[in-house]
C-alpha cells in the first residue's frame, strides 16, 4: 500500500511531528507509515485522513 | 526521573546491607530485601504498564517484534557466552567473592542458580533492545 502523507503535509506545510500530533501518535511512527515501512490500522488511516480532511483513497492507495 | 528509583533502592540496599546483618540479623536483613525485592519490581510492572498505556499501534509492533525475536537474541547470547571461557572464570570469581565460609556450597549453588537466571534475564533485555533498535532502524 502506498500513501501521499508527504505530500499532503508540504501542500499543509505540517512536520512530521505536527501531524503526529494531530492524529495521536509519534513522529517516528508518522515516519514509519510516510516510507511505507508499516501498514496503519484502518482507525489510524482514517485518523490520518481526518487530519487532512481527505478521503481515505486519497490518502492511501493500492500497490 | 521516575525510573530512578529501580536504581537507587538496590544501590542503596547493596550498601547498607552488611551494616544491617551486624544491626539487625541475617534474618531481618533477608525480610528487608525480599520486602525491597517486591516493591522494585511492583513499581517497575507499574511503569511497565503505564508506558504501555501511551503507545501506539506503530510503537506496540516494534514492542512485540522485540519480545519476539529478544528473547532468543538473548538466549542465544547467553549460550554462546557460557562457551567462552573467561565468562566462567569470571562467573567463578564472582561467585567466590560473594560466597563466605559458613554453608558455601549452598550458597555457591544459590548464588550460581541466581547468576544464570540473572544472566539470562539481562541478556533478554539487551536482545531485546537490540531488536527493537533494529525494528525502529528498519523503518526509518
Redesign the interface.
Known amino acids: 500500500m502506498k500513501n501521499r502523507i508527504r505530500v499532503l503535509r508540504a501542500e499543509k506545510n505540517w512536520s512530521q511531528a505536527e501531524l503526529a500530533e494531530k492524529v495521536g501518535v509519534s513522529r517516528n511512527s508518522i515516519n514509519a507509515i510516510e516510507n511505507d515501512k508499516f501498514e496503519p490500522s484502518l482507525p489510524l488511516a482514517f485518523r490520518i485522513a481526518d487530519a487532512f480532511a481527505a478521503r481515505i483513497e486519497e490518502v492511501f492507495l493500492r500497490d | 526521573m521516575i525510573v530512578l528509583p529501580l536504581m537507587i533502592v538496590p544501590a542503596l540496599f547493596l550498601t547498607v546491607a552488611p551494616w544491617l546483618k551486624t544491626a539487625i540479623g541475617g534474618g531481618m536483613t533477608s525480610l528487608i530485601a525480599a520486602g525491597l525485592a517486591m516493591s522494585v519490581m511492583a513499581y517497575s510492572l507499574y511503569l511497565s504498564f503505564r508506558a504501555q498505556h501511551c503507545l501506539?499501534?506503530?510503537?506496540l509492533?516494534g514492542g512485540q517484534f522485540a519480545a519476539r525475536w529478544g528473547m532468543g537474541i538473548g538466549a542465544v547470547a547467553f549460550a554462546m557466552l557460557s562457551m567462552l571461557p573467561p565468562f566462567w572464570d569470571f562467573a567463578a570469581a564472582l561467585l567466590r567473592d560473594a560466597a563466605d565460609d559458613s554453608g558455601a556450597s549452598r550458597r555457591i549453588i544459590i548464588l550460581a542458580v541466581m547468576f544464570g537466571f540473572g544472566g539470562v534475564v539481562i541478556l533478554q533485555t539487551i536482545g531485546m533492545f537490540v531488536a527493537k533498535l533494529m525494528w525502529?532502524r528498519?523503518?526509518?
Request: aromatic residues 12%; neutral net charge.
Open positions: 501506539d499501534e506503530v510503537q509492533a525502529w528498519a523503518r526509518r
